[in-house]
């Protein structure tokens, strides 16, 4: 509606002191970024290299080395029934996993964010135990479960293993989303007669969906990408990580590097596309109520 | 039957028992799965690292103590092999992460969210799948060595893959957020006053960041070294793809002795031994600092 932008919206003018100042840098201060710059380079580094190797034409089993460019592989990504299924076995187990998980861990930061219960203290650090508990153990003492009480090792015990591990990240998650949001328009539902139930579904969960949406894309996340604890748990049943590790041996089909590029785009593209989207709402929202943050 | 009053009923967590009770029902769920599937199955670990027998034959509980004391002492190389990369790849992490978190924290202005996200996308790509691209960058023959190789800069048998030097590295690679965010963190919310404060009095750079700046950012710096330090030391991927029969780690002599030898009251024993290790870490941590910043830096 309005059109005219408030006086607070506009970019403050940079002083002309600060200017002159910048304009004389020092040799010295260029060591800071550029460290920053190199550091970033390292991390990308990897991700380059599985890139480009996913357009190697190799013939042979391993493909360390450059021996010039194809799409063939690009053409037929999933020529791998084995890996496919283990792609695919990937995604069900973390989808099931996520769904459990984050409704679980959601339950668990309401709980402590807004009532007062017997063992809070100790629930906390269970979770943080959790969290930085070494996965060999944790994946160890799991299979000494399963092997105990004669649970079969497969799909099942990797979704009961994954649920638990990433049950302390979406409390956590969801946790600080529920302490930055206002408990008084929970109460003033109730005040008006909803029950919790109503009101959560109602007030809370819209409130802190966002906390819950990005609590869900860590636990898919870390589920996906497990390896140790999965493959402790896993019996026969393969999953990408598990194929990927098992087919070092003999040499990795330039497949998972398609795959592995596929899936950095996908996550590249939420990320970016997710970023983009909250500087742009936030930008609306100054726009229409003329108030801006920082 | 109430006649006469308009009685409201209401609902049954609204009254003050079902207040009291709303917690438990919520918890409940949650706690269960990790009662079950993670505090029990440590109980399960212990009672089984006390077994002797054999996979076939089956396994039965004799407080075979024996198990401790034969894996520690077979297996303490690989023990200080644990400790040692481990430690050296949490330095490693940190060197590199502090600049870049400093950096990003106080002057790359407003892009800094930019910047954080760009250092964590290499991320999004399998844990696995990157290790695996850092076994074809170090090759003997790859990218990098390949070419200096037959520009004869290095002697023809010079390697990085197969040394603990190149274990190191894929650690610190493979935990590097784990350092890096929570030291963002505890720099990103220094007060701004707080430095303004120590160069209004005369202090200068280097001495605003020992006496002012460091000192705010030890609770990160410390929580970035335990969430790297502890699975660094324990992982086995690293070590398998990037290491050699000479750098065996704790991590893969246990899955070994799961895995493929069917031992599992040794390799229960050697993670029992290696958890109670961790612990002993984490109490002293809590002790020191509490669990605030751990929560908060996630």
Known sequence: MSTAVPAAAQPRQTPVAAAVSRSRIRPSRLILPAYAHLVILWLFAPIFVMMVFGFNDTHGKFNFTWAGFTLRWFMHPFGIPTLTSAALTSLWTALTATLISTSLGTMLALASHRYDFRGKTILNSVLIMNIAAS???VGSALLTLFVTYGVGLGYVTIVLAQ???????????????????DPALEEAAQDLGATPVVT???????????????AALLALAISLDDYVITSFVAGNTQTFPLWVFGATREGVPPQVNVIGTLIFTFGVLVAVGGAVYRSWSVRRLARETGFQSR | MAVGTATVRRPALTTRWGRALAPYLLIFPGVAWLLIFFLFPLLTLAVTSLMSGDFVAGFQFTWNFNNYTYGLGLYATQYSHSLEYGASATLIAFLLAYPAAYWIAFHAGPRKSAYLLIILLPFFVSFVLRTLSWETLMGDDGPILGPLKSAHLIPSDFRVLATPIAVTFGLAYTFFPYMLLPIYASLEKIDRRLIEAAEDLFANRVEVFRRVIFPLSIPGVFAGVLLTGIPATADFVNQTLLGGAGTTMIGRVIEQQFEVSANYPLASALAFVFMLGLLAMLLL??????????????
């Open chain 1, 200 to 214: 959560f579904f109602l007030i809370t969960l819209p409130v802190i969906f966002p906390g819950v949406l990005a």
């Open chain 2, 285 to 298: 941590y809590q002790r020191l600092f509490g669990t605030d910043e751990l929560v908060r830096a996630r």
């Open chain 1, 163 to 181: 649920v638990m591990f990433t049950i302390p990240f979406v409390a956590i998650t969801v946790g600080a989303r529920l302490a930055g949001t």
């Open chain 1, 135 to 137: 996965e060999v153990v």
